[in-house]
């Protein structure tokens, strides 16, 4: 596509639901991450997929949390049991190579 | 670990005006550096890095290892330059990017 496209751009839940975030990368970028960003804050990096290597997931904060890529297509962000903490904008970026990323346009999650 | 500062949540400045962005960052290794900027209902995109040694939209940056700074620069701010500006670090051998919290930058007429 024309560029990383990510959905839902927002979604409110309810404590303790499960939610599920998407972001479609630019094709052909073989690296794909996912960064949040709560409010007056920087980004924070959760995971990191290239290529077909395992995911670097040092950055998710608990368990609760998982992703999923398959192949360099789509993937997919998980937050079980949402707490209110969770709320914040949902970043997703993808690049070719080290030096730049290509973000999407975020969804904002509001777990109330 | 490796962190990013900017020490300034909101930056006002005159069109017209010189403006500086403070990065300051603390990484043991050899760092790779960049800025991104976010302009209204838009969203974050690359503006430039210390790599490249390039000037986009007006705006420099310089490495400085001995001060582990790399700030922002522009001689002549323009209205259109208003945005959140984010500085971020690269480590060596990593892909992933460590952000600052970012600076709102506002030019007023």
């Known amino acids: 596509g024309a560029g990383v496209s990510q959905s839902p751009s927002n979604k409110v839940t309810e404590k303790g639901k499960d939610v599920e975030l998407r972001c479609d990368p630019i094709?052909?970028?073989?690296?794909l991450y996912w960064y949040r960003q709560r409010l007056g804050q920087g980004l924070e990096f959760l995971i990191y997929?290239?290529?077909?290597?395992?995911?670097?997931k040092s950055g998710l904060p608990s368990d609760r949390f998982s992703a999923e890529r398959t192949g360099e297509s789509v993937s997919t962000l998980t937050i079980q049991r949402t707490q209110q903490e969770d709320s914040a904008v949902y970043l997703c970026?993808?690049?070719?190579?080290?030096?730049?990323?290509?973000f999407g346009s975020g969804t904002r999650l509001t777990v109330v | 670990a490796q962190r990013v500062t900017q020490p300034e949540k909101l930056l006002s400045v005159f069109k017209g005006a010189p403006v500086e962005l403070k990065c300051n960052y603390s990484?043991?290794?050899?760092?790779?550096l960049f800025w991104y900027v976010q302009y209204s209902r838009q969203r974050l995109q690359l503006l430039l890095r210390h790599i490249s040694r390039e000037s986009i939209k007006g705006f420099t940056a310089d490495l400085n290892k001995g001060e582990t700074s790399f700030h922002l620069k522009k001689p002549f701010a323009q209205e259109e330059d208003s945005a959140m500006y984010y500085c971020?670090?690269?480590?060596?051998?990593?892909?992933?990017?460590?952000f600052g919290k970012g600076t709102m930058l506002l030019v007023s007429p």
């Open positions: 094709s052909g970028h073989t690296a």
């Open positions: 971020a670090l690269k480590r060596s051998g990593y892909s992933t990017l460590t």
């Open positions: 970026a993808s690049s070719l190579d080290d030096y730049g990323y290509t």
């Open positions: 990484y043991s290794g050899s760092p790779e």
């Open positions: 997929f290239q290529g077909n290597s395992a995911p670097d």
